[in-house]
């Protein structure tokens, strides 16, 4: 169960439910203070015990290589269960939670410039393989920074900035689930990151260990420059005075 996930949203919106073979009350106690239930425990009709047998489980199985029945639900306000795992899939799941709270797909329009941009992915999208972001762009030219250095990668992550080249100016259309808010893990020295959905002015980051080291957010267009905004689809780097995390949100 993943209770973290379950966690960044507000309880007035999710609860987290809980599932349990058992008819033993300590057991059921225990079960709901371990993995910080926020809902009374639903117990599992037809189990004989253990991990199998359950009518709940047995009506949802999903076979695959790993354990055979779900270990993951997420069930909508009319308690209909809109998605049913046994593997961690966590960006699905974070994508099904966000249609069922903020309604259903964006599409955003990200300009690009020839030659070498800043980019991110404003979206939780089914595929972020660049080129499929991006068909635009020239292959093999996505590179993210970390440790003080660069790494070429197939795909774009939320929260992060990349260098990405394009041979042309051009326009892209992205579609999928807006980003109301991401957690961005900082290093000391130099990062690269994109921010969410929405323009955000750089003085609503919520940078709680003030690591941000002020003047330092630089966007890039033909060079750097000083901004005061994170643009959606647009990377921009920032110098921190040490490891920690800062909040993006609309």
Same mark, same amino acid.
């Given at each position: 169960? *993943?209770?973290?996930?379950?966690?960044?949203?507000?309880?007035?919106?999710?609860?987290?439910?809980?599932?349990?073979?058992?008819?033993?009350?300590?057991?059921? =106690?225990?079960?709901?203070?371990?993995?910080?239930?926020?809902?009374? @425990?639903?117990?599992?009709?037809?189990?004989?015990?253990?991990?199998?047998?359950? =009518? /709940?489980?047995?009506?949802?199985?999903?076979?695959?290589? $790993?354990?055979?029945?779900?270990?993951?639900?997420?069930?909508?306000?009319?308690?209909?269960?809109?998605?049913?795992?046994?593997?961690?899939?966590?960006?699905?799941?974070? @994508? /099904?939670?966000?249609?069922?709270?903020?309604?259903?797909? /964006?599409?955003?329009?990200? %300009?690009?410039?020839?030659?070498?941009?800043?980019?991110?992915?404003?979206?939780?999208?089914?595929?972020? !393989?660049?080129?499929?972001?991006?068909? !635009?762009?020239?292959?093999?030219?996505?590179?993210?920074?970390?440790?003080?250095?660069?790494?070429?990668? =197939?795909?774009?992550?939320? $929260?992060? $900035?990349?260098?990405?080249?394009?041979?042309?100016?051009?326009?892209?259309?992205? %579609?999928?689930?807006?980003?109301?808010?991401?957690?961005? *893990?900082?290093?000391?020295?130099?990062?690269?990151?994109?921010?969410?959905?929405?323009? /955000?002015?750089?003085?609503?980051?919520? =940078?709680?260990?003030?690591?941000? @080291?002020?003047?330092?957010?630089?966007?890039?267009?033909?060079?750097?420059?000083?901004? !005061?905004?994170? !643009?959606? $689809?647009?990377?921009?780097?920032?110098? %921190? %005075?040490?490891?920690?995390?800062?909040?993006?949100?609309?």
């Amino acid at each position: 169960m *993943e209770t973290t996930i379950w966690q960044t949203y507000p309880q007035d919106e999710v609860l987290l439910l809980g599932i349990s073979n058992t008819n033993n009350s300590n057991i059921i =106690d225990n079960f709901v203070e371990e993995n910080n239930l926020s809902y009374p @425990i639903l117990y599992d009709p037809g189990s004989s015990g253990g991990v199998q047998g359950g =009518d /709940v489980y047995d009506e949802y199985y999903l076979p695959n290589d $790993g354990s055979p029945y779900p270990r993951d639900f997420i069930i909508n306000q009319n308690g209909i269960i809109q998605y049913a795992n046994n593997e961690i899939d966590t960006e699905w799941m974070i @994508i /099904v939670i966000d249609n069922l709270l903020y309604g259903g797909e /964006v599409e955003l329009e990200i %300009s690009f410039l020839e030659n070498w941009n800043m980019v991110g992915l404003p979206l939780y999208t089914s595929n972020s !393989e660049y080129q499929i972001l991006f068909p !635009e762009s020239v292959e093999n030219t996505l590179f993210s920074f970390s440790g003080g250095g660069y790494a070429q990668e =197939d795909q774009l992550v939320p $929260g992060k $900035g990349y260098w990405l080249r394009f041979q042309s100016n051009g326009v892209t259309t992205l %579609s999928g689930q807006a980003i109301n808010e991401l957690s961005i *893990e900082l290093s000391e020295g130099w990062n690269l990151i994109s921010g969410v959905s929405e323009l /955000v002015n750089i003085i609503s980051i919520h =940078d709680p260990n003030q690591l941000i @080291i002020e003047g330092t957010i630089f966007g890039f267009t033909d060079g750097y420059s000083l901004t !005061e905004t994170i !643009e959606p $689809g647009n990377g921009c780097w920032l110098r %921190s %005075s040490g490891d920690g995390t800062i909040v993006i949100q609309n």
